[in-house]
């Protein structure tokens, strides 16, 4: 679910491919339904906040920063600084993770697989098995 969210949080994927290849895994469709909705609301947020900004320009010139909003402003900006720190260390931490299994399935598995060499590579004596 981590993955499925750091991938939809990220702008440079484009989502009707990234939901193509998460379709192709298994992850489950709860946990992909959350991560996707978690991972493209700030993306809408932030369009619609575009929009909105947009729209005040053209019908009025300025954006008016009343005492309400203003504080709401700030707020918003604080609860992104805030998000943004969560969401690096729990991209942080997922990255760790992926990490040491990859080590680990490596330390276990790399001795049986030296041992004999990859499926239609020659061997050491030859390609047919002779000197």
């Known amino acids: 679910m981590q993955v499925v969210l750091l991938l939809r949080l990220s702008p440079l994927v484009p989502y009707t491919l990234l939901s193509y290849t ?15 909705w978690l991972g493209m609301l700030p993306a809408s947020i932030a369009y619609v906040s575009a929009g909105a900004a947009g729209r005040a320009t053209l019908e009025g010139g300025a ?8 504080a709401l402003t700030a707020a918003g900006v604080g609860a992104t600084l805030w998000a943004s720190k969560v969401l690096a260390d729990i991209a942080s931490d997922a990255l760790k993770a992926a990490d040491a299994e990859i080590v680990s399935e490596g330390a276990g598995g790399g001795a049986a697989a030296s041992e004999s060499p990859a499926e239609g590579a020659p061997s050491e004596r030859g390609p047919r098995g002779g000197a």
């Open 22 to 36: 998460l379709g192709l895994t298994s992850v489950p469709f709860p946990s992909y339904l959350a991560a996707s």
């Open 63 to 70: 954006v008016q920063l009343g005492s309400g909003r203003l």
